[in-house]
C-alpha cells in the first residue's frame, strides 16, 4: 500500500544532475521519507531519508516541500553507475522500534553517456 | 561489521514442489528481520516481519509461511509452489532499538516455478 507516486522513468546525461520528484500528499506529521535504489538484480541500497528538513550525505541530497508533500532525491552528477530504479517511500511509524516499508513501483533512472 | 546472506542464489522449481529459503545475518544482535517478493518488473512486496525468535507477522495472505528458529535466522517455506510464486526474494535486516534507521538487504533469491 504505497504512499507514493513517481513517474516510471527519467533519463539523464552522465555528469548532470539528476533530479527524482515525488509525490506523497497524504503523507502523516511524524513520517518519513526514505529513498533507496535498486540495481538491476540486487538488493535495494538505502540513499538517505528526512522528515521536514533538507539532508545531504555523500550519495545525495533530499528536498523537502514545506508542506511536505512532495520531494525530490537530486543525485548531483550522475554516473552511468547511478542507472537503477530508484524508490520513494513513506514510512509508516514505527511499532515496538519496528519500521514496515512499502515500496511502489518507483522510478526507472537511465544515465546515458 | 555486519553482512546478510542469503541462499540459494537462484532456484528452478516445478509447480507443487516444496519451498525452503535461508536468510542469515551476521554481525548483530536480535536483529528486525524482513521478507520481501518483488515480481517481475514491480515494486517489492512486504511478506513477512519477524521483532524476535518465534515471532512472525504477516503481511498478506498467501502460500508461504516464515519461521525464525534462531536470532539471526529467517525461513521463508511453502508446502506446495505455484506459479504465481515465481518472483526474486529478499530479506533485510533492520536495527531494532533505532526505528529510524534504514533496512539493510541480502543480495536476493530468484526463484522461477515452471
Known amino acids: 500500500d504505497a504512499k507514493t507516486t513517481q513517474p516510471p522513468s527519467m533519463d539523464c546525461a552522465e555528469g548532470r544532475a539528476a533530479n527524482l520528484p515525488c509525490n506523497h500528499s497524504?503523507?502523516?506529521?511524524?513520517?518519513?521519507v526514505y529513498w533507496y535504489r535498486q540495481i538491476h538484480s540486487q538488493g535495494p541500497q538505502y540513499i538517505i531519508h528526512?522528515?521536514?528538513n533538507n539532508e545531504t550525505n555523500e550519495m545525495a541530497s533530499l528536498i523537502i516541500t514545506e508542506d511536505r508533500k512532495s520531494s525530490t532525491l537530486i543525485l548531483p552528477h550522475a554516473t552511468l553507475r547511478d542507472t537503477a530504479v530508484y524508490y520513494c517511500?513513506?514510512?509508516?511509524?514505527?511499532?515496538?522500534?519496528?519500521?514496515?516499508?512499502?515500496f511502489g513501483s518507483g522510478t526507472k533512472l537511465n544515465v546515458k553517456p | 561489521s555486519q553482512t546478510i546472506h542469503q541462499w540459494p542464489a537462484t532456484l528452478v522449481q516445478p509447480v507443487g514442489s516444496p519451498l525452503s529459503l535461508e536468510c542469515t545475518v551476521e554481525?548483530?544482535?536480535?536483529?528486525?528481520l524482513y521478507w520481501y517478493r518483488q515480481a517481475a518488473g514491480r515494486g517489492l512486496q512486504l511478506l513477512f516481519y519477524?521483532?524476535?525468535?518465534?515471532?512472525i507477522s504477516s503481511e498478506v495472505p498467501q502460500n508461504l509461511s516464515a519461521s525464525r528458529p534462531q536470532d539471526r535466522q529467517f525461513i521463508l517455506s511453502s508446502k506446495k509452489l505455484l506459479l504465481s510464486d515465481s518472483g526474486f526474494y529478499l530479506c533485510?535486516?533492520?536495527?531494532?532499538?533505532?526505528?529510524?534507521?534504514?533496512?539493510?538487504f541480502g543480495p536476493g533469491t530468484r526463484l522461477t516455478v515452471l
Open positions: 528526512g522528515l521536514k
Open positions: 497524504t503523507i502523516s506529521g511524524n513520517e518519513y
Open positions: 533485510a535486516w533492520s536495527v531494532p532499538i533505532r526505528a529510524g534507521d534504514e533496512q539493510f
Open positions: 519477524s521483532v524476535g525468535i518465534g515471532q
Open positions: 517511500i513513506v514510512r509508516v511509524p514505527p511499532v515496538y522500534n519496528f519500521n514496515k516499508f512499502y
Open positions: 554481525g548483530t544482535s536480535n536483529p528486525n
